[in-house]
């Protein structure tokens, strides 16, 4: 399949619509994939982050994978359920809860990851191993450039960087228009006369 190359002047008109679609469709794609072995995406996801860090607290995970803690405790409620995951309680404080992957999760995991290659071989059929590659550098120096962004804007605000006082900033950018067309922010909009 061969494609035209974009001028540049159209890069800024489609890259972030591009991106955000690419995200949706790959989302839409694993779901659909991952409830071959009766787990969601993002259940998936959890499972990969604790196999790659056991021991993990779980308001760590929340953290990291920008989710609402009370969503992520449903989450590894219904892994636990299932009996992939279990928590544990931290020695030095009882209110922490670890995260551990039980030993029924290793074969899912094993089948997961024959997923995951086959999810990335359909994503890039066409492209070349050297392209792939380039093309997933590129894609990290974007994320890094799109990160400092975010970090320069923390720090100029009032208070420095330990001022959150901008929600926006929580959230990965191509969430940023979903979260500024929301009711509440209409209504703060509205009152604020903008």
């Known amino acids: ?7 540049r002047g159209s890069v800024d008109m489609n890259f972030l619509f591009t991106l955000a679609e690419l995200q949706r469709l790959v989302r839409a794609y694993a779901d659909k994939q991952a409830a071959r072995y009766g787990i969601t ?16 607290k779980q308001s760590e995970l929340a953290e990291q994978m920008e989710m609402q803690p009370i969503t992520l405790t ?14 544990r309680s931290d020695d030095a404080d009882r209110r922490v809860n670890r995260l551990y992957l039980r030993k029924a999760a290793r074969p899912l995991l094993g089948k997961l990851s024959g997923l995951r290659s086959e999810l990335t071989a359909t994503a890039l ?14 894609l990290e120096l974007i994320k890094e450039n799109v990160r400092s962004a975010i970090q320069v804007r923390r720090e100029n605000l009032p208070g420095g960087s ?7 900033l929580k959230f990965p950018p191509i ?20």
């Open 1 to 7: 399949m061969e494609t035209m190359p974009m001028p």
């Open 41 to 56: 995406r993002a259940q998936w996801a959890v499972l990969a982050k604790v196999e790659r860090t056991e021991g993990l």
């Open 74 to 87: 449903r989450l590894i409620d219904r892994l636990c359920d299932n009996g992939w995951i279990e928590r």
């Open 125 to 138: 059929d066409g492209i070349g191993p050297a392209d792939a590659h380039r093309l997933l550098a590129q």
């Open 162 to 168: 330990s001022a959150m006082a901008d929600p926006v």
């Open 175 to 194: 969430r940023r228009a979903i979260h500024s067309t929301t009711p509440v922010a209409r209504f703060r909009r509205s009152r604020a006369g903008g």
